[in-house]
């Protein structure tokens, strides 16, 4: 674990630190919404039926490659030493998607729906990131 992270953290608020915690735990957590029972990834309302309330529920931590991309060009000097690297969006098997990275696969081996599981990664004391490897 590292103490001088210099890459960008996400900012911690009242509706997504129990997301975070979890995270920080080993533990991917998604809303479930009490209204309609909609399970969705950190969001103040059900973009469903709009209700607010929800509890947080364990993901399976699995799911496919919806889409990615490789970036070749520094667009930030905290990320220079990692070109090139990817983006990705996993569609998890609950249905969220979430904006992440892919690890443990080369960027040339990324394909659309290939199955993935999280891979967390203990960035600061406080932050863990859930990134996404191949499942084996
Ligand atoms: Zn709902």
């Given amino acids: 674990m590292t103490t001088d992270y ?3 953290l996400p900012e911690m608020t009242a509706d997504n630190s129990p997301f975070w915690e979890g995270c920080k735990r080993h533990q991917l957590l998604l ?4 209204g309609c029972g909609h399970v969705r990834y950190a969001s103040l309302t059900c ?3 709009w209700s607010m309330d ?3 529920v364990p993901s399976s931590g699995r799911g496919r ?7 070749h060009q520094r667009y930030s000097k905290a990320f220079e030493e990692d070109l090139p690297y ?3 969006i996993v569609e998890l098997d609950e249905g969220p998607r979430l904006l992440t990275s892919l690890v443990q696969i080369e960027n040339e081996a990324i394909r659309p729906d290939l ?6 990664d203990d960035v600061t004391d406080e ?3 859930p990134k996404f490897r191949p499942v084996s």
């Fill in 6 to 8: 210099a890459k960008p």
């Fill in 31 to 34: 809303q479930k919404c009490s």
């Fill in 47 to 49: 973009p469903r039926c």
């Fill in 54 to 56: 929800h509890q947080w």
């Fill in 65 to 71: 490659v919806y889409t990615w991309i490789v970036v």
């Fill in 86 to 88: 990817n983006v990705a």
């Fill in 115 to 120: 199955q993935v599981e999280v891979a967390w």
């Fill in 127 to 129: 932050i863990t990131l």
